[in-house]
């Protein structure tokens, strides 16, 4: 691809256009995006135009931007977070019912837990994870059960790493966080209030696919006055079933 004068190539243009969007900022005009990507003002219209021409991008009637349906499709197309996600969804229906408060599943990306699927009843307590969102792995319960049975590179990368604090009772020093992860492992799931925001508790388990290595996480989030006992059997007998219908659909 050709290379501009800065030494960027046509690929990192679009991949710096697209990663503008977030899930806070999913609608922008083209003078956003470029002063975001930090491209001219010349390179950032034509490149618009090339990925709304590709349907890679969507502008509304008044001219702004937001990722297109076309990007959502050929990124599902064969995914295993996809098949992942349909294993899933029947005990994360069963979890929810009993539960009835919010259930998700997370999967490892790039250091941090990325969420696949929400399910949340209408009168259910506070939960800042979205659909597609991301949390950090050593201030959410699904990030510490990644985390915890996660390669051992990733846990010396963020133990090394300062360890921010998001909520009052996040775990930021380094010797806490890796006694933590070590009783993760051995109980085999994590009870986490106020780690990520003060009014939850987030409780987490493993989910491990049919070669019985752990591929993500699956979690339940509370209110802080409700006790876990229930969410952590649900939740348990939940991954049980999911490992069971992955090695079916081998
Ligand atoms: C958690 O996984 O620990 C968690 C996630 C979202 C919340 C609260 C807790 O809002």
């Not at 005009?29 to 991008?57: C, M, N």
């Not at 259910?124 to 059960?145: E, F, K, W």
């Amino acid at each position: 691809m050709a290379n501009s004068p800065s030494g960027d190539s046509a690929t990192d243009r679009i991949v710096r256009i697209l990663e503008t969007f977030t899930s806070d900022r999913t609608v922008q005009t083209v003078a956003q995006i470029g002063r975001r990507a930090a491209l001219p003002s010349s390179t950032v219209y034509r490149q618009v135009d090339a990925l709304v021409a590709a349907g890679l991008l969507e502008r509304d009637d008044e001219q702004r931007v937001r990722l297109g349906m076309r990007l959502w499709e050929l990124a599902l197309r064969g995914s295993d977070a996809l098949r992942l996600r349909q294993a899933a969804l029947p005990s994360m229906e069963r979890v929810q019912a009993e539960i009835r408060q919010h259930t998700q599943l997370a999967v490892l990306e790039h250091d941090e837990a990325l969420f696949l699927e929400r399910l949340s009843h209408p009168a259910a307590g506070a939960n800042i994870t979205r659909v597609a969102g991301r949390l950090p792995v050593h201030a959410s319960s699904s990030g510490l059960v990644l985390l915890a049975y996660g390669p051992p590179e990733l846990q010396e990368r963020v133990l090394a790493a300062p360890l921010a604090r998001v909520a009052p009772e996040t775990i930021t020093d380094a010797a806490a966080l890796r006694r933590t992860l070590a009783e993760v492992r051995t109980r085999g799931y994590v009870v986490a209030p106020g780690s990520i925001e003060a009014v939850s508790t987030g409780v987490a388990v493993p989910v491990r696919g049919a070669a019985g290595d752990v591929i993500a996480a699956l979690s339940v989030v509370l209110p802080r006055t409700v006790p876990t006992d229930a969410a952590i059997a649900a939740l348990l007998r939940a991954a049980a079933e999911i490992r069971t219908r992955l090695a079916h659909a081998r």
